[in-house]
């Protein structure tokens, strides 16, 4: 198994441009989410799907879009870039592992996508 | 709102030194609770996690971490770092409902990066 696998590992944009950060996972996991990583502040949730065709906002979802029309597939599009957007994001998948009766997630992580914004 | 606060910023220590990282979490329910390493350059790599049970839990790596429910803490420890331990570490955690599922959203602390001197 490769896992959670983004492409690409490395990205310039201009402002206003737009792309798509791509994110695969070949474990059959339900759940699939983004993160970006900015210096002392941690990762913050983007957007996450529990399924196919179900997708929700995170903690820091503006100038960001996802779609989710695979179980395998989570891509995540930036429509208009800006330099606030200049970040390392990370994909992840999860999924439920029985632990003493409960139901518990469990989350794998992409080697990342690191963007700058000029 | 859920947060997550990891005490230290930037840790240094001497090999051999004994390791103790802070994490408090503000939610009060269900939680799992994490900590990732991430190497330089490199992704997130689970180290241990709780989900319930015992609440000294043991990882990779020489490392353990221990629950207070009472204090809404998860404290990372191991008693002697050596230099290939230096990266910056993250404590997570992802709020269940009563049967345990929580979607595999995780929040975040800020990141403790660890440097240790040979």
């Known amino acids: 198994n490769a896992g959670v696998t983004q492409t690409p590992k490395f990205q310039v944009l201009k402002t206003g441009q737009s792309m798509t950060l791509q994110c695969a996972q070949d474990m059959n996991h339900e759940y699939m989410s983004w993160y970006r990583q900015d210096p002392g502040m941690g990762l913050r949730l983007i957007h996450y799907s529990v399924g196919a065709g179900i997708t929700d906002q995170g903690e820091v979802p503006n100038g960001y879009n996802v779609s989710r029309s695979t179980t395998e597939d989570f891509p995540l599009r930036l429509l208009s870039a800006a330099p606030s957007q200049t970040s390392v994001y990370f994909c992840?998948?999860?999924?439920?592992?029985?632990?003493?009766?409960?139901?518990?997630?469990?989350?794998?992580f992409g080697q990342g996508t690191r963007l700058t914004v000029v | 709102a859920q947060s997550v606060s990891q005490h230290n910023h930037h840790v240094i220590l001497s090999e051999a030194a004994s390791l103790e990282l802070g994490c408090n979490y503000s939610y009060g329910g269900t939680v799992n609770l994490f900590w990732y390493v991430q190497y330089p350059g490199q992704h997130l790599q689970l180290l241990l996690k709780y989900f319930s049970g015992d609440p000294l839990v043991k990882g990779i790596k020489g490392f353990e971490a221990e629950f207070i429910k009472s204090k809404f803490s998860f404290n990372l420890r191991k008693p002697s770092v050596q230099w290939s331990d230096t990266a910056e570490y993250f404590c997570?955690?992802?709020?269940?409902?009563?049967?345990?599922?929580?979607?595999?959203?995780?929040?975040f602390g800020q990141g403790t990066i660890l440097t240790v001197h040979p």
């Open positions: 992840a998948s999860s999924y439920h592992l029985r632990d003493r009766g409960r139901r518990n997630t469990e989350a794998f």
């Open positions: 997570a955690v992802n709020r269940a409902n009563a049967g345990g599922t929580s979607y595999g959203k995780l929040t």
